[in-house]
């Protein structure tokens, strides 16, 4: 063999490794971005149901509001002032 065949192969195999390592990381960028997206998904549920329970004490709220119970202005004042 001569030197030439010899920078040929050694080029071709540090081009190999070179891949080798870029397909590894484009492995666990793409299982990155997987796991990262199912974990938005589950906060966008989390926070549609935190939204809804938001709404429901609100609804709950202005019901106990409007309800029997006087504001402290419209109360009359007790019996001993």
């Known amino acids: 063999m001569t030197s030439e065949d010899n920078t040929s192969d050694e080029k071709a195999r540090a081009l190999a ?4 390592e870029l397909e590894t990381r484009l492995a666990f960028q793409d ?3 997987h796991t990262l997206s199912e974990q938005v998904s589950r906060q966008e549920l989390d926070i549609r149901e935190l ?3 938001k ?4 609804n ?4 106990v ?3 029997n119970i006087r504001r402290e202005e419209d ?3 007790p019996p001993h002032w």
């Open 60 to 63: 709950q709220l202005k019901e």
């Open 31 to 33: 299982d990155l971005i």
């Open 17 to 20: 490794v070179r891949l080798d």
């Open 75 to 77: 109360e009359t004042p």
């Open 65 to 67: 509001s409007s309800s």
């Open 51 to 53: 939204w809804e329970a």
């Open 55 to 58: 709404k429901q004490l609100n």
